[in-house]
T-cell receptor, first 114, second 113 residues
Framework: GAGVSQSPRYKVAKRGQDVALRCDPI?????LFWYQQALGQGPEFLTY????????KSGLPSDRFFAERPEGSVSTLKIQRTQKEDSAVYLC????????????FGPGTRLLVL | GENVEQHPSTLSVQEGDSAVIKCTYS??????FPWYKQELGKGPQLIID?????GEKKDQRIAVTLNKTAKHFSLHITETQPEDSAVYFC????????????FGQGTRLTINP
């Protein structure tokens, strides 16, 4: 079946612009995660949804970062007034239920802020 | 919170030889340990995972061992092939927050033909 998909795959933004990154999780997966991966580093947690509820946003680096999952399926990560330090790969992952630990990752969106 | 350390950061082996990557974790309550393979320009792909009720799990050329007492787990790849070249990440669940993973720093594995 289809895996996790993300769009766009690449995004170049000028400093100060707003961006929106989309994640389509595996159909039926309850849990959805966003991670940020800096160059040469492991993914770092940003936020977690269980269905439409955002249960953990402790990893969001500033109030410029906002995520939503209004209907419990597709999720959008929005970054306002982008800064150069926001340049990274943004990964989305989903898992079947909160009790099933296995997380399946999408290909990521590579964001470059100039 | 959970802290995961991964070694080595780079590893180069001859094709056909074995490769071993090691990780340590800090939270003794952690009970699930996945390994991911990430190729250039792609997202992490789960290759094997182990739960704390077993000490070893094997899937063809890949195996993972877990030592809960010492709080470390290792990835073993035997009969390495060029397509095994990638960056490998270990992870452990954070006790704070539902199921989020804390990743190691990654190991860049290069298989030399």
């Amino acid at each position: 079946g289809a895996g996790v998909s993300q769009s766009p795959r690449y995004k170049v933004a000028k400093r100060g612009q707003d961006v929106a990154l989309r994640c389509d999780p595996i159909s039926g997966h309850v849990s959805l995660f966003w991670y940020q991966q800096a160059l040469g580093q492991g993914p770092e947690f940003l936020t977690y949804f269980q269905n439409e509820a955002q249960l953990d946003k402790s990893g969001l680096p500033s109030d410029r970062f906002f995520a939503e999952r209004p209907e419990g399926s597709v999720s959008t990560l929005k970054i306002q007034r982008t800064q150069k330090e926001d340049s990274a790969v943004y990964l989305c992952a989903s898992s079947l239920t909160p009790d099933r630990e296995t997380q399946y990752f999408g290909p990521g969106t590579r964001l470059l802020v100039l | 919170g959970e802290n995961v350390e991964q070694h080595p950061s780079t590893l180069s082996v001859q094709e056909g030889d074995s490769a071993v990557i090691k990780c340590t974790y800090s939270d003794s309550a952690s009970n699930y340990f996945p390994w991911y393979k990430q190729e250039l320009g792609k997202g992490p792909q789960l290759i094997i995972d182990i739960r704390s009720n077993v000490g070893e799990k094997k899937d063809q050329r890949i195996a993972v061992t877990l030592n809960k007492t010492a709080k470390h787990f290792s990835l073993h790849i035997t009969e390495t092939q060029p397509e095994d070249s990638a960056v490998y990440f270990c992870a452990a669940p954070s006790p704070q927050g539902a199921q989020k993973l804390v990743f190691g720093q990654g190991t860049r594995l290069t298989i030399n033909p």
